[in-house]
C-alpha cells in the first residue's frame, strides 16, 4: 500500500526509523517531510499528507508532531479522513478495526520509538472488522461530514 508520512519539527528526529519501519513492512512511503530539525507549523504537513488520502493518492497517512493532537485535529478537518491518535498497540489496533482509521497520529514526544513501531504495524495489519455496527457507525460519520460540509469543495 502506499503510506504518505508527515511530521513536524518534534518529530524530525524519529522519521527515519519511522519510513524505514514502514518500508520493512512492504508499503511505499510518500514523504511530505519535515525535512530539517528548524520549527514549522505541523498544519501544513498534516494538509499535505491528509490531502493526498482524502484524494484517494494515498491508502493511508502517518502524521506526528508533539503531542499527535495538533496533526489530527487539521486531519480530520479533511473529507473521508479519520484521523486517530494512538498511544498503545492495543488502541492502534482499535482504530483500525473498529474506526477505519486511515491516518494514524503519532507523539514524538510521548511514546517511545519501540512502541510507535508497534503501533504502526499493529494499525497496517488489522483489517476493518467486518461487524455490521462499526460499518454503520464509520458509514455515519461520512454522513455527518456530508451534512456538516454541504456546499464545500
Ligand atoms: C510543537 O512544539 C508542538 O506544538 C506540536 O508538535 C504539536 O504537539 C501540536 O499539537
Redesign the pocket.
Known amino acids: 500500500m502506499n503510506i504518505a508520512f508527515g511530521c513536524?519539527?518534534?518529530?524530525y528526529k524519529l522519521r527515519d526509523g519511522i519510513i524505514n519501519f514502514v518500508e520493512s513492512l512492504g508499503h511505499r512511503v510518500i514523504d511530505y517531510g519535515t525535512h530539517s530539525a528548524a520549527?514549522c507549523d505541523?498544519t501544513e504537513i498534516a494538509g499535505a499528507v491528509s490531502g493526498a488520502v482524502s484524494s484517494g493518492e494515498v491508502q493511508r497517512g502517518i502524521l506526528m508532531?508533539?503531542?499527535?493532537?495538533?496533526?489530527s485535529?487539521a486531519a480530520n478537518k479533511f473529507r473521508g479522513v479519520r484521523a486517530a491518535v494512538c498511544w498503545n498497540r492495543e488502541v492502534a489496533k482499535l482504530c483500525a478495526e473498529h474506526n477505519n482509521a486511515n491516518i494514524l497520529c503519532l507523539?514524538?514526544?510521548f511514546s517511545k520509538p519501540e512502541d510507535i513501531q508497534d503501533m504502526i504495524e499493529a494499525w497496517i495489519k488489522t483489517p476493518f472488522s467486518p461487524e455490521a455496527r462499526h460499518r454503520q457507525r464509520v458509514e455515519k460519520i461520512g454522513k455527518l461530514e456530508e451534512k456538516m460540509c454541504k456546499g464545500r469543495k
Open positions: 513536524d519539527h518534534a518529530g520549527s505541523y508532531c508533539g503531542t499527535g493532537i495538533g496533526m485535529i507523539s514524538a514526544r
